[in-house]
C-alpha cells in the first residue's frame, strides 16, 4: 500500500491544483467532480500518511528493542507493539479507502413508492414507507423534498415521487430499492385475517442537465387538469404535465404544483434520473454478461423485505437479517438495517477484490 502513496499523493496534488484554476471553475460539471474526486483521496492520502508514519514508529522501535536492554527493551518492545496494532488498524481503513466507489455517492436520491399488489391495502402501505422514510430523513438531518404524491381513496397512496437531500442519501437509500412486503391485518378486513400485500420502492441517483442529455424532439408533452382522489377537481386550469420520452417509452407525470412549468421541471428532473438509470443498468448488465455474473448481487425486482406486524417483526431477505423492533423501524430508526446492508456490500467487494 505504502509504495501507492506517491502515485496518489501525485494525483492529490495535481487535484488541489485544479480546484483553483478559473477555468476548472467557471465549468460546474468538471468542478463537481474535481470536488468528489478531492474528498475520496483526502480520506487515502491522510490515512496512507498515517500508516507511514506508524510504519516508522515500528522500525524505530525494534531497532531500539535491539539495542536496549532491561526495563528501557520491554519499553521499546510495548512501543513496536503500539505501532504494528496501528498498522493493522490502518491498514484495514485502506482496504475499504481503496474499493472501487459507487459512482453515485455524494449525489441526492429521486425516491419512487408505488403501491403494487393487494389493492387499497398496498396503497395504505406504500404510505407508511412514505412516512418511515421521512421520519429517517430528519433523524439523518436530511432533506425531503415531496415532487409529487397522489393519495388513494382510504389515505394510502397511490404513488408518491420525493428526492431526499443529504451527503451520505445514495449511500443509505440505494439499498431500499425492490418489492417491499407487509403481512399484516387490513383494515378493509373484518374477519381479522392476515394479508400479504406490497408496495415497490425505486431509488435513483439524482443528475444534472449537463449529466443527461435530452432531445426536445424525443419528447412528447401533454397538459392536462389536475385530479385528486374520486375524481374531484383540484384545479380549474391545465397544470398537470405528462412527459413522454419516445425512444425509450418512459413516462413521467406531475399535478402537484400549481403552476405548468414547474410539473415541467419536476417532471424533466425524474425522467432524467431515469435515463441515467437506465443506462446504467444497461452498462452493468452489459457487464455481467461479460463476466458470466449478476452485478450487485441481485435485481432490484426482487423481494427484498418483509413487515410482520403481528411479531412485530422486519426481514430484510438480501442478507437474511431479521429484528423484532417494526415499531421503532417505521418510526425512522433504519440505521440498524442500512449500515447492515452496507457492510455486506463492502463485504462483497473484498471478496470479489
Not at 501525485?10 to 485544479?18: H, K, S
Not at 430528519?138 to 397522489?150: C, P, T
Not at 449529466?211 to 389536475?226: F, G, Q
Not at 463476466?291 to 417483526?313: D, L
Amino acid at each position: 500500500m505504502l509504495e501507492r502513496l506517491p502515485d496518489i499523493e501525485a494525483e492529490y496534488d495535481d487535484v488541489v491544483a485544479r480546484l483553483s484554476d478559473p477555468m476548472v471553475l467557471a465549468d460546474q460539471r468538471l468542478l463537481r467532480d474535481l470536488s468528489r474526486r478531492h474528498k475520496e483521496l483526502e480520506a487515502v492520502v491522510r490515512t496512507m500518511r498515517e500508516l507511514r508514519s506508524a510504519s516508522e514508529d515500528l522500525s524505530a522501535a525494534r531497532e531500539l528493542q535491539s539495542e536496549l536492554t532491561g526495563d528501557d527493551r520491554q519499553l521499546a518492545h510495548e512501543e513496536a507493539e503500539t505501532a504494528q496494532r496501528r498498522i493493522d488498524e490502518l491498514e484495514g481503513e485502506l482496504r475499504m479507502l481503496l474499493l472501487p466507489r459507487d459512482p453515485n455517492d455524494g449525489r441526492n436520491v429521486i425516491v419512487e413508492i408505488r403501491g403494487a399488489e393487494g389493492g387499497e391495502e398496498a396503497n395504505l402501505f406504500a404510505k407508511d414507507l412514505f412516512d418511515m422514510y421521512g421520519r429517517y430523513a430528519d433523524r439523518r438531518g436530511w432533506k425531503l423534498d415531496v415532487l409529487d404524491a397522489r393519495p388513494s381513496d382510504l389515505g394510502g397512496l397511490d404513488s408518491a415521487t420525493f428526492v431526499v437531500k443529504g451527503e451520505d442519501a445514495w449511500q443509505r437509500m440505494k439499498h431500499e430499492a425492490g418489492t417491499h412486503r407487509v403481512q399484516r391485518v387490513p383494515v378493509t378486513e373484518s374477519q381479522g385475517r392476515v394479508h400479504t400485500s406490497s408496495a415497490t420502492v425505486n431509488v435513483l441517483p439524482e443528475v444534472d442537465e449537463v449529466e443527461v442529455e435530452i432531445d426536445p424532439n424525443d419528447l412528447r408533452i401533454d397538459v392536462y387538469r389536475s385530479t385528486g382522489p374520486g375524481g374531484q377537481s383540484v384545479n380549474t386550469t391545465d397544470s398537470a404535465v405528462r412527459i413522454t420520452h419516445v425512444p425509450t417509452g418512459l413516462v413521467v407525470s406531475m399535478q402537484d404544483e400549481k403552476s405548468q412549468i414547474q410539473n415541467r421541471a419536476r417532471a424533466m428532473q425524474v425522467l432524467r434520473a431515469r435515463l441515467y438509470e437506465l443506462e446504467r443498468s444497461r452498462q452493468e448488465a452489459e457487464l455481467a454478461r461479460e463476466r458470466k455474473a449478476q452485478v450487485g448481487g441481485g435485481g432490484r425486482s426482487e423481494k427484498v423485505r418483509t413487515y410482520n406486524f403481528k411479531e412485530n417483526r422486519v426481514t430484510d431477505h438480501r442478507i437474511g437479517l431479521t429484528l423484532y423492533k417494526l415499531d421503532r423501524i417505521l418510526t425512522g430508526e433504519l440505521d440498524e438495517l442500512s449500515e447492515a446492508l452496507m457492510a455486506d456490500e463492502r463485504a462483497r467487494q473484498l471478496a470479489g477484490a
